[in-house]
């Protein structure tokens, strides 16, 4: 079975946030075991990078602003080639409002961009939830994504 952890830095505080999590947590749990890492923000980007670092596990997937812009069909795609390949865990990596240390996105194997504009890390957490949920009915044919 298919494994994702979406690992974020920073807390959740507002309710509207958290439910959406827990209903895409919901969602995905259809198709994959999922967990929600949360994270400290810390003094240092180095130091949230380690922390990061320790908790990856399997394909290691950040969002980045330079990273790769993907439309929702690519995104899924990945998960349905990297599955093909074996990989059958991802890391899916939210750093916090001052980025992701460069020796993650160095580490990464798949760097992405879900837009040009930038998203609040708290509200970037629910979109990645969103697009992984999108993602598994695209490919499990399952009629969400128009």
């Known amino acids: 079975m298919m494994k994702i952890n979406i690992i974020a830095v920073g807390k959740l505080k507002e309710k509207y946030l958290t439910d959406a999590i827990k209903e895409y947590t919901k969602r995905i749990s259809r198709f994959a ?7 400290n923000e810390e003094k240092t980007l180095e130091i949230e990078g380690d922390n990061i670092l320790n908790k990856a596990k399997g394909c290691l997937i950040v969002f980045d602003l330079k990273g790769k812009l993907v439309t929702s069909l690519e995104y899924a795609d990945i998960f349905e080639s990297r599955m093909v390949q074996g990989q059958s865990e991802f890391s899916l990596v939210i750093g916090s409002s001052e980025g992701l240390a460069k ?41 969400y994504h128009k």
């Open 103 to 143: 020796k993650v996105v160095d580490k990464a194997d798949i760097a992405l961009c879900f837009g040009l504009v930038t998203y609040p890390h708290q509200l970037m957490r629910v979109i990645v939830a969103e697009q992984t949920y999108r993602a598994m009915t695209i490919n499990n044919h399952i009629t």
């Open 33 to 39: 075991k999922i967990e929600i890492i949360e994270l």
